[in-house]
């Protein structure tokens, strides 16, 4: 697996803001920042006697992240080395599969039992600060965030940094997400197209065309109905939710906050939604797998998993699923192919493309946690490793090695760099056009350049190498230079009063829509339920929140 990886696209429903990482009042104005000694402590120090640090975390999925013989979540290159070379032994209290991780979360942060460090949603990290159960990280960060971490979170820019804020203190670490880069598109299985001679979809009416030839004509040639059409999971608050680009094709945006000439608004209960539910609607209705019809059922793991299995031609994600789980599907059959495209939109007209906020969540510490500069070290040492690093021995050795991949996900604290991987394809790009030299390339666009290298010499493991490049050159980079992007503007900070009511109308949403697509709820129930959400708090909710951006754009 590529270290140009992201994580998998981690949802939270409710606000991610922006956390500092940066130190000085320059790059956190209102923070308060305390006077920095005139002698202040070596970041890279090691503790001795060494210490250890309780936390809790999710496992790795098996097609994620393979290990050496021996080596597990508990104990592998990562721990050793940060014992080795930070002296801070690291003891997971519980570790489980993603899809359990929210409700061992929450019921740990209900009994008030907590390790020394986690990562928490913004709500919860909101709610933690103010029931005084964090440390105040605002002169750990100051004395021990290196600088080559101030500077990544400074180019998030200074608004992320101020809506970080809790009373002007800093009482977590960010989880800087790769929203951009992470940009749904609609990755079509070519050998299948070939088969029904249809074109590249360029509108829906032909994305709903070519998923119902994919779902009925049998384009896998095996004689049995075990194709299916369009990937649609139940659970769309877990894990990156298939069918959003389905969705952003009609112009909706559901479970995000969207900047509009007419102000914030909340996408879900916007025209546009209520065309794309009876759409899907329609396909569900069908009842010959356009849409499964054990979708309500599926989350993101399990919707994976038949992709992986190749069942689908039409997947809408990231660039980087051309590794997992469309690689799974390229092993097990050497004729399966896949071209990225940009998502088609009704009319044919350029779709913006839904992403999340650049904050996935946030590290906490717990506060009367001994040494709450480790926590800080620890962020220091996963930059290093993954985004500083010039040595390739180091990046086999901590991103991805000749035996195992996707080993840096095993670092106990995890935070991306936007546009670092576009940037690292187009070094590449530049020595395969002849414009760059091989040898001043760092170890991640090294790495991609071997592996596309070794797919052309015939090893069909690296196919994904190249396609990463096709999506992001002739995709994303278009996406950016267009304009393409409806970023979800959920950095704002309302009430906890809100905060319940929008969690309680989520909720409603989430089931009501799954209902609407299975037919058990019409389509004029979506009208009602707009009707209910605006008088049941999401009027107030949608004042609140503009009334908030108003707010930090005079300050």
């Not at 992201?6 to 308060?32: Q, T």
């Not at 496992?59 to 721990?79: F, L, M, Q």
């Not at 049995?224 to 389905?246: A, C, E, Q």
């Not at 926590?375 to 390739?392: G, I, P």
Request: contains cysteine; negative net charge; hydrophobic residues 40%.
């Amino acid at each position: 697996m590529s270290g140009m990886l992201g994580n998998r696209s981690k949802r939270f429903a409710c606000r991610a803001a922006g956390a500092a990482a940066a130190v000085i009042a320059l790059l956190l104005g209102g923070c308060g920042l305390p006077t920095t000694p005139s002698v202040p402590p070596d970041p890279m120090e090691r503790y001795d006697p060494p210490i250890e640090l309780t936390s809790v975390r999710t496992i790795p999925h098996p097609a994620i992240v393979s290990y050496p013989e021996g080596d597990d979540v508990h104990n592998n290159v990562w721990t050793r080395a940060i014992l080795d070379e930070l002296g801070i032994g690291i003891k997971y209290l519980w570790a489980v599969d993603a899809s359990q991780f929210s409700v061992r979360q929450k019921a740990m942060i209900a009994s008030k039992q907590l390790p020394d460090f986690f990562s928490v949603t913004n709500e919860q990290y909101r709610q933690l600060a103010a029931d005084g159960l964090l440390a105040d990280m605002t002169q750990d960060f100051s004395l021990y965030a290196i600088p080559e971490v101030k500077a990544v979170y400074q180019e998030e820019g200074a608004a992320i940094l101020t809506y970080a804020e809790v009373d002007g203190r800093l009482y977590g670490i960010p989880w800087i997400a790769m929203a951009r880069e992470a940009a749904q598109m609609l990755w079509i299985r070519t050998d299948w197209l070939e088969k029904t001679g249809k074109a590249v979809p360029s509108d829906m009416d032909a994305l709903v065309d070519l998923a119902i030839a994919f779902a009925t004509g049998d384009p896998d040639g095996n004689g049995i109905d075990d194709t299916l059409g369009l990937p649609v999971n139940g659970n769309s608050d877990d894990g990156l939710l298939w069918h959003r680009g389905f969705f952003n094709g009609y112009g909706a945006y559901p479970f995000a906050w969207i900047e509009t000439a007419g102000g914030y608004l909340y996408g879900s209960v916007q025209p546009d939604m209520r065309v794309a539910l009876e759409r899907l609607a329609s396909l569900y209705a069908r009842m010959d797998g356009t849409i499964d019809r054990e979708f309500v059922n599926k989350d993101y793991f399990s919707l994976y998993e038949s992709i992986d299995a190749g069942r689908y031609g039409l997947v809408y994600g990231p660039y980087y699923i051309a590794i997992s789980p469309l690689q799974g599907v390229r092993t097990r059959n050497p004729a399966a192919d896949w071209t990225p495209v940009a998502i088609p939109s009704a009319g044919g007209t350029d779709a913006k493309v839904q992403t999340d906020v650049d904050v996935s969540g946030y590290w906490v510490v717990r506060k009367d946690c001994a040494h709450p500069a480790a926590v800080v070290k620890l962020l220091d040492f996963w930059y290093r490793k993954f985004y500083f690093n010039k040595s390739q021995q180091e990046y086999e050795t901590f991103i991805n090695g000749p035996d195992s991949v996707g080993i840096y996900n095993n670092s106990p604290i995890i935070s991306y760099r936007n546009w670092f991987n576009v940037e690292s394809f187009l070094q590449v790009r530049d020595v395969l056009d002849g414009k760059g030299r091989e040898e001043d390339l760092g170890p991640i666009p090294l790495d991609s350049l071997r592996k596309i290298q070794a797919f052309e010499a015939g090893d069909e493991s690296a196919w994904y190498a190249p396609k990463f490049h096709e999506a992001v050159l002739d995709v994303l980079l278009p996406y950016r230079e267009q304009g393409r992007f409806m970023p979800d503007q959920s950095y704002f900070v309302i009430s906890e009063a809100s905060n319940r009511k929008f969690s309680a109308l989520q909720t409603k949403e989430r089931t009501l829509f799954a209902r609407i697509i299975q037919g058990d709820a019409t389509i004029e129930e979506f009208d009602d339920f707009v009707d209910d959400w605006n008088r049941h708090g999401g009027a107030d909710i949608t004042r609140d929140v503009n009334e908030w951006f108003r707010n930090q754009g005079a300050g």
